[in-house]
T-cell receptor, first 116, second 111 residues
């Protein structure tokens, strides 16, 4: 059973370009979470999605960032017009049920975004 | 602002020694406290977790101590091994899914 998969693992973009990060949850998981890790900091919650629905996007910047989890295919985190401050590691996690207490969130290996 | 404060930022311990990592929080709504272990190039993996109705939980060489009144909790790694060298994150959540992470502690175990 493959774990959470993220691609690309490394992404380099110039300022003003768009970045698309993909996350395939573990088989059977319908809950997806995105976290961002800035250098020297812990992971920060961005958004929680279920298939075709954004449940909680309270951690997402109001502009330039969007996320989706379509009925078919991976979850996508999209960053438009990237700036240097977007450089970070972006982690996706998935779970089979909502409660962290009853089923851990399984993390992918992350996508390291570098904005030149 | 950082909802969970973690210290130290890094520590070095000899093989067989004890590693201790401390975390503190302010939000009294937090009611679940997991610890994650992260190796370079990998995502965090759940190591051990505790609820505030117990003061200690042990799994193998890893022990969480929890002090509800002080709003502090700590991870003890007994008999540290080189394979334990990793970054450790404490975390907390009030609502089942939104984890708040500490800044992380890089542990280096010297053989």
């Amino acid at each position: 059973n493959a774990g959470v998969m993220q691609n690309p693992r490394h992404l380099v973009r110039r300022r003003g370009q768009e970045a698309r990060l993909r996350c395939s949850p573990m088989k059977g998981h319908s809950h997806v979470y995105w976290y961002r890790q800035l250098p020297e900091e812990g992971l920060k919650f961005m958004v929680y999605l279920q298939k075709e629905n954004i449940i909680d996007e309270s951690g997402m910047p109001k502009e330039r960032f969007s996320a989706e989890f379509p009925k078919e295919g991976p979850s996508i985190l999209r960053i438009q017009q990237v700036v240097r401050g977007d450089s970070a590691a972006y982690f996706c996690a998935s779970s089979s049920v909502l409660a962290v207490r009853t089923d851990t969130q399984y993390f992918g290996p992350g996508t390291r975004l570098t904005v030149l | 602002q950082q909802q969970v404060k973690q210290s130290p930022q890094s520590l070095i311990v000899q093989k067989g020694g004890i590693s201790i990592i401390n975390c503190a929080y302010e939000n009294t709504a937090f009611d679940y406290f997991p610890w994650y272990q992260q190796f370079p190039g990998k995502g965090p993996a759940l190591l051990i977790a505790i609820r505030p109705d117990v003061s200690e939980k042990k799994e193998g060489r890893f022990t969480i101590s929890f002090n509800k009144s002080a709003k502090q909790f700590s991870l003890h790694i007994m008999d540290s091994q080189p394979g334990d060298s990793a970054t450790y994150f404490c975390a907390a959540t009030p609502n089942d899914y939104k984890l708040s992470f500490g800044a992380g502690t890089t542990v280096t175990v010297r053989a």
